[in-house]
């Protein structure tokens, strides 16, 4: 038999073992027909949302925003009866805070508010201050310098003007049958590639970003103003910065949050179309000058909070299977797509188990973590705490594993993070050992629309948490809908963005996961693990 042969043969033969394991995965058929009735039905995932979103607001980690939300959702999840709900502490974190108050107009021919946001951390103006707007036009060290002492008491435009094209393609989009094919026929993925170094010019342009910031500390200038990424009047926008060396090696980096972070000046992002206008009127000969009020607080440090709750198991009830997602967001827009549409989700998965008495092996548990934009800082602290660690770091490729008793129970973790759009399958993570049983368990969520296994992986969100050190962790893949293009991290991630039926779906089968890996005889399948590598001596 020829080499074509050969594999035509063990392809054949991997797949009947496939259909094998599947078939042999138990499925509670009548309990998923309660748990899509309930959840497409009689859903209050929309509800939960809008409590999230509409009246709780932004939930920057470390603020009191957070924690207020916090305390309803575990409240909520308490009302509902499920167990061992409480506020896990992590951290300390950092300098909490929260927005007071904000308006900015333009004053010049014509008085106009300007289209902009203060982004997070930023310190405020100490009530309603007027100064020049300038054009800090320079892209390279002596060009910086003719900026020298024209900045004091300045609003300076830190960025070069960008170009704004007509929206010819559409802003939101569902993933094509093409791009899931492109998924499904994926291989086993990459070994980690070389930590990101920035190119001579990349290199060259940080280093002038720098000096512009600082020359703009140094001589007292009055705020920042950054153009925003974006157009059509949304604002994307996160935390404010610190300026720093690009050579300043990562350990060594100050974050804006930190208590003893340097002081910077007021930073705010201003939308697209109302920066280049300012820009083109400087270039004209005009003198626009701005009125800006930015009151805000700053909290001590403190402690950050993940959020528990558990549906306890019956005969394997000190085993565990967790669901999640991340619990904070930024503060342009309410935090819906990211991540509250993920909370809701998680916490609609637990009221519907909950609701219809199920009685599920293993213990199911829920964690809404705190600190993922400032990288994944809840979940890392929790996997931490129960789990284990990794030498060098979680995401070290090859560092050595150290598991702790609580990890010898734990099964598995689902993770919902990529905005509103509907589940349509689940990165496996590398791990084929998966693929026939969750194979069996999309079966009944096919005319949803959700069929799709892929072996890539995808980062980002909280499953790295557990990935990192072995423990079976997942994300769904999600259409994408206008995440990319129009919520994330925007001041347009709001209520009115997430689409409910999406939701709904996404509810279920969040709910489903978990029950079938709390019924499985055995535990989920691990994948193996990269050897450590061993240190590298001096020559």
């Known amino acids: 038999m020829n080499k074509i042969g050969v594999l035509f043969l063990l392809i054949i033969l991997l797949s009947l073992l496939s259909v094998g394991q599947e078939s042999r995965e138990k499925i509670d058929s009548a309990a998923i027909a309660q748990i899509k009735d309930e959840g497409m039905n009689r859903s209050q995932v929309m509800e939960i949302l809008s409590y999230l979103s509409d009246v709780y607001g932004p939930r920057v980690t470390g603020s009191p925003g957070f924690k207020q939300a916090a305390e309803w959702a575990r409240l909520k999840l308490a009302s509902w009866d499920l167990q061992n709900v409480h506020l896990e502490g992590w951290g300390p974190f950092g300098r909490g805070w929260s927005l007071k108050r904000y308006s900015a107009n333009v004053i010049g021919r014509q008085v106009f508010p300007l289209i902009s946001y203060p982004k997070v951390w930023s310190p405020g103006t100490g009530g309603t201050v007027t100064g020049d707007i300038v054009h800090f036009d320079a892209k390279t060290d002596s060009a910086i310098e003719t900026y020298r002492g024209k900045l004091k008491g300045k609003f300076v435009l830190l960025n070069d003007p960008r170009d704004i094209k007509a929206h010819f393609e559409p802003e939101a989009s569902r993933e094509a049958d093409s791009t899931l094919l492109q998924l499904a026929n994926a291989d086993f993925p990459q070994g980690r590639q070389r930590r990101f170094e920035m190119s001579a010019d990349q290199k060259a342009r940080a280093l002038v970003d720098f000096h512009k910031m600082e020359l703009c500390q140094k001589e007292g200038a009055t705020g920042i103003l950054t153009i925003s990424r974006g157009d059509g009047g949304n604002i994307f926008v996160q935390q404010a910065s610190v300026p720093q060396h690009p050579d300043t090696p990562a350990v060594r980096r100050v974050n804006v949050y930190d208590p003893k972070a340097p002081k910077i000046l007021p930073q705010v992002a201003v939308g697209a179309e109302h920066y280049n206008r300012l820009v083109r009127m400087l270039q004209k000969g005009e003198h626009p000058r701005l009125e800006l009020n930015l009151d805000v607080n700053f909290f001590k440090e403190d402690s950050s909070y993940n959020i528990i709750a558990e549906l306890p198991g019956t005969d394997l009830k000190d085993e565990v299977v967790m669901i999640g997602a991340h619990f904070d967001s930024w503060q342009g827009g309410t935090g819906a797509t990211d991540n509250g549409t993920g909370s809701s989700v998680c916490m609609e998965a637990m009221r519907i188990l909950k609701t219809l008495n199920l009685k599920p092996r293993r213990t199911i548990r829920m964690g809404l973590w705190g600190g993922e934009e400032q990288g994944l800082l809840g979940s890392k602290a929790y996997v931490t705490k129960h789990f284990g660690e990794k030498e060098g770091g979680f995401f070290e490729r090859g560092g050595k594993v150290t598991l702790k008793p609580e990890a010898e129970k734990f099964s598995a973790y689902f993770n919902n993070d990529n905005g509103s759009g509907k589940v349509r399958g689940v990165y496996m993570q590398g791990n084929e050992a998966v ?105």
Do not use: C
């Open 435 to 539: 693929r026939p049983i969750f194979r069996a368990w999309l079966r009944p969520f096919a005319d949803m629309g959700a069929s799709t296994l892929t072996l890539e992986n995808t980062g980002g969100t909280d499953h790295q948490s557990f990935d990192a050190l072995g423990l079976p962790g997942f994300q769904f893949i999600q259409d994408e809908l206008e995440y990319g293009s129009r919520t994330h991290h925007s001041t347009m991630d709001v209520y009115d963005r997430v689409q409910p039926e999406d939701l709904k779906q996404a509810s279920v089968i969040m709910a489903v996961f978990a029950y079938n890996a709390a019924m499985r005889d055995e535990k989920f399948p691990h994948k193996p693990m990269p050897a450590p590598q061993a240190a590298q001596g001096s020559h």
